[in-house]
């Protein structure tokens, strides 16, 4: 399964960006999928995830109430809409998905089969 996330970009404190991760493979709409995020310096951190067929989802406490996780699974697709950006979400984005099916592990980068390439969000103050 390869995965490629598009999106990114350099966005202003309150400003809105919709990353996207596109599948190779139409199996996917069988897979857990999420998004974490590494800014420079510190480890990977758990943003959302998804259940496979969109029933589901999960936040970090730092996105709450201002990021959406949603697919398309006919375009084997999961996105991420941000919303009200502040300074502290710039980093880059990654996804990934072949997640194990114990949503108490889906928080953890270790649950993940397969990761994209990640885009880079960059917000100003």
């Known amino acids: 399964v390869q995965l490629q996330a598009s999106g990114g970009g350099l966005v202003q404190a309150g400003d809105s960006l919709r990353l996207s991760c596109a599948a190779s493979v139409r199996t996917f709409g069988s897979s857990y999928t999420g998004w974490f995020r590494q800014a420079p310096g510190k480890e990977r951190e758990f943003v959302a995830y998804?259940?496979?067929?969109?029933?589901?989802?999960h936040y970090g406490d730092s996105v709450k109430g201002r990021f959406t996780i949603s697919r398309d699974n006919a375009k084997s697709t999961v996105y991420l809409q941000m919303n009200s950006l502040k300074p502290e979400d710039t980093g880059v984005y990654y996804c990934?998905?072949?997640?194990?099916?114990?949503?108490?592990?889906?928080?953890?980068?270790?649950?993940?089969?397969?990761w994209g390439q990640g885009t880079q969000v960059t917000v100003s103050s």
């Open positions: 998804i259940y496979w067929n969109g029933g589901g989802a």
């Open positions: 990934a998905a072949g997640g194990a099916p114990i949503t108490r592990i889906l928080v953890s980068s270790t649950a993940y089969a397969y």
